[in-house]
């Protein structure tokens, strides 16, 4: 089991630049998370998919994030145009269902940087 | 105002010493879960409280739930440089899982 897969690792960007964040979760999850790391807001939740449709996505900033996931093996979450608020590091989990008690698998996240 | 209220924020300490760090709410939950994360890594889970006053053991770590599912805590005994991370606790807040804001633990060797 590799787990889950996030790409690209390290992001550095200017403002303005479109963002594109890959994830690829384990195998037989039904459920995907976005989510937002920082020092100030800790993990923050984005939006999350269940069977690949996307339940609640209230945690999303404002219209710059889209999420996408196409099939359920692959999600994408993009933002256009990026802000230097935007730096994060951004993490993608998946877990077998969206029951309260189902483990969250992470990602090693993606770590943002927009000068 | 955070969901799940998480102290110390954190914890310096030297290798060998006990320690314990809270996760407090004013909500009641049906479940909580620890999970711990390295630097440059994703958080991993540690374990899932689901029944009042429930304690679980794993190795040196030991977690309880609080009587009213409304609170935990997580007892590390002779702390090892390997217990370093941030410590999170997580449960279910309007239909999503919510995480409090961690503590950090340094264990000095």
């Known amino acids: 089991d590799a787990g889950v897969i996030q790409s690209p690792r390290h992001e550095v960007t200017e403002m303005g630049q479109e963002v594109t964040l890959r994830c690829k979760p384990i195998s037989g999850h039904n459920s995907l998370f976005w989510y937002r790391q920082t020092m100030m807001r800790g993990l923050e939740l984005l939006i999350y998919f269940n069977n690949n449709v996307p339940i609640d996505d209230s945690g999303m900033p404002e219209d710059r994030f889209s999420a996408k996931m196409p099939n359920a093996s692959f999600s994408t979450l993009k933002i256009q145009p990026s802000e230097p608020r935007d730096s994060a590091v951004y993490f993608c989990?998946?877990?077998?269902?969206?029951?309260?008690?189902?483990?969250?698998?992470f990602g090693n996240g993606t770590r943002l940087t927009v000068t | 105002t955070q969901l799940l209220e998480q102290s110390p924020q954190f914890l310096s300490i030297q290798e060998g010493e006990n320690l314990t760090v809270y996760c407090n709410s004013s909500s009641v939950f049906s479940s909580l879960q620890w999970y711990r994360q390295e630097p440059g890594e994703g958080p991993v889970l540690l374990v899932t409280v689901v029944t009042g006053g429930e304690v679980k053991k794993l190795k040196r770590l030991t977690f309880q739930f609080g009587d009213a599912r409304k609170d935990s805590s997580l007892h590390i005994t002779a702390a090892q440089p390997g217990d370093t991370g941030l410590y999170l606790c997580?449960?279910?807040?309007?239909?999503?899982?919510?995480f409090g804001a961690g503590t950090i633990l340094r264990v000095k060797s």
């Open positions: 997580a449960a279910e807040g309007g239909n999503k899982l919510v």
């Open positions: 989990a998946s877990s077998l269902s969206t029951r309260d008690n189902s483990p969250l698998h």
